[in-house]
């Protein structure tokens, strides 16, 4: 079903603001209501969580995280509190995640490149050029294999609630754009902390470092680093592109990030309360679906307009790139080349109805 988010950022960040000052002031007041100005009587909380979030207060996954605490506290009229954390006062991700297993936070949202370190399985889902396009990967994550993947994460002390968007991943680099698979060769290239990524770059000729998100720009201006990979609001939120200007289009990964939950939390809850979480979860997950793609588009915007070089790859040099992974997907997607072959089949089937000429354009043919 979508949902009405017509509302801009800013207004919903102020409201938020609100909001919290409203419940500081006392508990059960109408200030700390639903939105759409229905006033809900709250009560004193039962739970009060711990939301971790690494990026700024602005960014499209922070502001995700605080759809879905008003939302789980709109349903359970204040029984449920969940405060988001965001720039990463919490720890790194993969801090973030151990910590989510033992309990010790309660809620997180993180990119699949440091979870697969966790639960190896979700490995497939970032695959290297797997997606052709953001509407191939969300037909996958919102049908079956997305839930055979949640699914995956049982056992693990974490429970999966939703998928948020991450965008595409590009490489950017301080001297020189990549055009061409040598020119990869020989370059210090930051990743992630993920084996994959390092993998990654190591097959393609390049050095992979693995660097936590906080050091890249100092490493990229002192040069310690050569290049780095992310997407467009990663690139132009935290600056890169001022000392990293040569931007890649070559959208080498999609990786989905996933709005987790701790097993040790989530089994505190009742089922209604488990279904209002992640009922919740969803909702915000297409609200922040639809900032991210704004905050793409504006991010790109501002980097070409401050005079960065942007090269679009051309597509026989990705096919280039993608045949030189296919070592990294005999090494990691051995048990799971079945998963891989129907989510290639989901792509090609999509690409056919996109050429499948209409019945009233074949009339006109005719």
């Not at 440091?114 to 639960?119: D, G, K, M, Y």
Request: with cysteine; aromatic share 10%.
């Amino acid at each position: 079903m979508k949902r009405n988010h017509t509302f801009s950022i800013k207004y919903f960040r102020n409201r938020m603001l609100v909001r919290v000052a409203g419940c500081a002031i006392g508990i059960g007041i109408s200030a700390c209501g639903g939105s759409e100005q229905k006033e809900i009587q709250m009560t004193a909380p039962e739970y009060v969580f711990t939301y971790a979030e690494n990026q700024a207060e602005d960014y499209p996954t922070t502001l995700g995280a605080y759809r879905f605490a008003e939302l789980v506290k709109e349903r359970t009229e204040g029984r449920i509190e969940i405060l988001v954390n965001a720039k990463g006062i919490l720890g790194d991700e993969r801090t973030i995640i151990e910590q989510l297993q033992f309990g010790g936070i309660d809620f997180a949202r993180v990119s699949l490149s440091p979870l697969s370190e966790f639960v190896s399985g979700l490995n497939v889902l970032q695959m290297p050029y797997l997606y052709t396009n953001s509407e191939h990967m969300w037909n996958v994550l919102e049908g079956d294999i997305g839930e055979e993947f949640m699914e995956l994460m049982e056992g693990s002390g974490l429970v999966g609630l939703s998928w948020y968007d991450a965008g595409v991943r590009n490489f950017y680099c301080t001297k020189k754009p990549i055009q061409k698979l040598e020119d990869i060769r020989g370059l210090k290239i930051r990743v992630q902390e993920s084996e994959l990524m390092r993998v990654m770059i190591e097959v393609l000729g390049g050095e992979a470092v693995p660097m936590v998100y906080d050091e890249v720009y100092s490493a990229l201006e002192t040069g310690t680093i050569d290049g780095a990979e992310n997407n467009w609001p990663s690139y132009e939120s935290v600056r890169h592109y001022e000392v990293a200007p040569y931007y890649s289009v070559d959208e080498h990964t999609r990786v989905p990030e996933m709005q987790l939950m701790s097993e040790y939390t989530w089994k505190k809850l009742s089922v209604e309360d488990q279904n209002i979480i992640r009922e919740c979860a969803r909702a915000s997950a297409l609200y922040e679906r639809e900032l991210w793609t704004q905050r793409a588009r504006a991010s790109e915007e501002r980097v070409r307009a401050a005079g960065c070089i942007v090269v679009e790859m051309p597509t026989e040099e990705r096919l280039r790139f993608r045949e030189a992974m296919m070592p990294i997907y005999q090494k990691y997607c051995a048990d799971y080349m079945d998963v891989i072959e129907r989510i290639e089949a989901e792509g090609e089937r999509m690409d056919k109805e996109k050429t499948k000429p209409s019945y009233e354009s074949t009339i006109l043919h005719e």
